[in-house]
């Protein structure tokens, strides 16, 4: 199977999932077994499973081949290649290929003028007005191909103005943009490019990023700070032709291997393996050259052989286009895309099951144990009624008395209910306010203002390490808080768990740790970059240590939104079913005190009553079948093991 196929299978997984999710959330609404909370919860799941994107992201020197890769491995269909891949530098800004639903068919250049501002590109995604937009046509591969030339544009300014931009300028050109013979220096036209077109692996939710060389990538540290550490896979490339040369290295140590040892989803290529196919050796000597290269390249980046994929990028293209297997095969391109698949697929795939699996199985146990509750409230109704068969008016009026008092106690009950919901009001509202996106404006605010003044790098670097302590605390509190309102929900079950027989199923916990890990990745590769800032001179340590913290501000804001988000989640989680489960209980009181009264008011008879009851029975044991039955079907559908697309049992009605 190809990337490609292992690509739409797990896009037709994530179909299947939001089907059999969507089957749920009807059946709950049809049988009046869902609330608000549940629908949004249910809500939340399809979300995940309708916008996740796989972000691929391809990084390297310039000309090691990896726009040709792109084309090799996504775009061969198209019959020619559509991304720019020529001698010299070709790709001058971060590009992102991508599809959005409902999105146009266009490509959205961002003018590089844009780094002057406080502005991050992902805050810049969200003003149109910042951007130059052209229309894509798609109609022929050569159209298309001039479109995504323009990710090629340069154009020469003055040394000020470069450094202005963020560019690091050299009169050697090794650590920065050398200026040519008239003082001018070449700079890209364009920040950011993002080319919207509906392919079909785009339309899964593929994002497939191309970088530009070492000199671009360093001088947005949003590429290195996010985009690349959020990428689903990374693509290092190599030539077999240059080795690994000393900016090959740097790329992979700062901006590629982020921790020690082999990461998933981080894999090497050899490219360029056709260029040993010189007609003189035999395939022997040439696949022992091959071996001999893999293996040092492996060892200079300190990884091992059997994760450096020696490929032919422009071979494998070929060989799609014109059909030739015994080419492909030769290029090696599909082993390298396997390694892909199975880096990339089943890990994401886990994450994403397990989080709707989460939200589904909760859902369904919530439901189920609200029909039981009605059940035995029915069951207890209809002997209480069978009892009274044959029974004179005292008995009748004794059990009308009991019920009433069994309904006074359970109210005085909800009285203390009330009181302690409005505390844990309180506390999530605490919760919610350290996790908060005031709270942490305010920080970024405080600590840009601590950098403009700082003097030295000392007082650069202080402001920095403070802004991580405080949001690390911030954090820690929120932990404090829920643990609190742990204890609180305990007692609460406890009280109607022991008080009034309520069966409960305890409250999932909530932790903070996973953004608490975020924040130390951030500051890590922060601290990873900066080293190269504080050693400028004064004025181009502060443009560029502000354009690293706007990056890590933007990026923090990121990771207390989710934090925010999953909060929220959370507390409708361990708030709702003990709501539904109160109400139902008050309302079964209500009920049974209906029926008794009735029939000591003689206006129904006792077999009419019971033969009501009985048919309700029947209808919850069904319901509790069917519940079965959905909750099978999503778990075959969620947990399928393997990457073969999943058939949909359909539900037994
Ligand atoms: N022989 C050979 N040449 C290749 C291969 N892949 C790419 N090239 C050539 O290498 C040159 C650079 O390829 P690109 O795809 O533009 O490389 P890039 O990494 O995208 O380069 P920039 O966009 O400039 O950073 C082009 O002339 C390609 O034709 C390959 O597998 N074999
Ligand atoms: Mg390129």
């Known amino acids: 199977m190809t990337l490609a196929q292992h690509l739409s299978d797990y896009s037709r997984w994530r179909h299947d999932c939001a089907e059999a999710v969507t089957r749920l959330r009807a059946w709950l ?38 726009s040709e890769l792109i084309n090799a491995i996504f ?34 250049l961002l003018p590089i003028e844009t780094r002057a501002t406080h502005a991050t590109v992902s805050e810049l995604k969200n003003q149109a007005e910042a951007w130059f937009t052209a229309p894509l046509s798609t109609a022929s591969a050569t159209t298309l191909q001039e479109a995504l030339a323009r990710v090629g544009e340069t154009k020469r300014v003055n040394e000020g103005e470069a450094a202005g931009l963020g560019f690091a300028i050299d009169p050697e050109g090794e650590r920065g943009l050398r200026p040519g013979a008239d003082g001018l220096v070449e700079i890209p036209c364009w920040r950011h490019a993002i080319i919207q077109f509906p392919h079909p692996l785009l339309e899964q939710g593929l994002v497939v990023l191309d970088t530009p060389g070492l000199n671009a990538i360093g001088a947005e540290p949003e590429l290195t700070l996010s985009l690349l550490p959020s990428a689903h896979a990374v693509l290092f490339i190599l030539g077999i032709d240059t080795g690994v040369t000393q900016s090959d290295l740097t790329i992979w140590r700062d901006y590629v291997r982020a921790g020690r040892g082999r990461q998933k989803g981080r894999l090497v290529v050899l490219n360029k393996i056709d260029s040993l196919w010189d007609g003189l050796r035999d395939n022997d000597r040439i696949d022992a050259e091959i071996a001999a290269q893999v293996s040092s390249a492996a060892e200079t980046l300190g990884t091992t052989a059997e994760h450096v994929f020696p490929v032919s990028a422009q071979k494998g293209l070929v060989a799609r286009i014109t059909s030739d297997d015994a080419l492909l095969a030769r290029s090696r391109l599909p082993a390298l895309e396997l390694a892909l698949s199975e880096d990339l697929l089943p890990a994401k795939r886990e994450i994403i099951g397990d989080s709707v699996v989460g939200e589904t199985a909760d859902v369904v146990a919530q439901a189920r144990s609200l029909v039981h509750a009605r059940l035995a409230g029915l069951r207890e109704q209809l002997g209480e009624l069978t009892d009274l068969r044959g029974k004179n008016q005292s008995v009748i009026e004794y059990m009308m008395r009991k019920i009433r008092s069994e309904k006074d106690e359970f109210d005085q009950g909800l009285q203390k209910y009330y009181a302690v919901r409005s505390v844990f009001s309180t506390l999530t509202n605490n919760l919610l306010h350290h996790l908060g996106l005031d709270t942490l404006r305010l920080e970024t605010r405080r600590t840009r203002e601590m950098m403009m003044e700082a003097a030295f790098s000392r007082g650069l670097r202080d402001a920095m390490e403070g802004f991580f302590v405080r949001l690390r605390a911030n954090l820690r509190n929120s932990s404090e808080e829920v643990a609190e309102i742990m204890r609180m929900l305990d007692a609460m079950h406890k009280r109607f768990t022991v008080e009034h027989g ?25 601290n990873r970059q900066i080293n190269t800032a504080l050693i400028l001179a004064t004025t181009e340590k502060h443009t560029l240590t502000q354009k690293f913290f706007d990056t890590v501000a933007a990026q923090a804001r990121r990771t207390f939104e989710g934090a925010n988000r999953d909060a929220e989640q959370w507390i409708r989680a361990v708030m709702s079913p003990l709501e539904t489960q109160v109400r139902e209980y008050q309302l079964h009181l209500k009920r049974r005190l209906e029926s008794v009264k009735r029939i000591h008011q003689a206006t129904d008879t006792l077999e009419d009553r019971v033969g009501e009851l009985r048919e309700s029975e029947h209808t919850m044991e069904r319901q509790l079948a069917e519940l079965a039955s959905l909750e099978s079907t999503l778990q075959s559908t969620l947990g399928s093991p393997g990457l073969d697309s999943v058939a949909v049992s359909s539900l037994a009605a």
Not at 76 to 96: A, K, Q, V, Y
Request: net charge negative; charged share 25%.
């Open 75 to 108: 775009f061969s269909d198209f019959g020619d290649r559509i991304l720019p891949s020529s001698t010299g530098r070709t790709t001058m800004c971060p590009t992102e290929l991508q599809w959005s639903a409902g999105a146009q068919q266009e490509i959205r």
């Open 502 to 526: 309520l069966t409960l199923t305890p409250p999932p916990g909530f932790s903070t740790i996973r953004y608490e890990q975020d924040i130390d990745h951030l500051e890590q590769a922060f």
């Open 29 to 66: 609404n049809q049988n009046e077994l869902g609330d608000a909370q549940v629908d949004l919860r249910l809500q939340y799941a399809l979300d995940r499973l309708r916008d996740d994107k796989l972000v691929v992201a391809f990084v390297a020197e310039f000309s090691r081949g990896k």
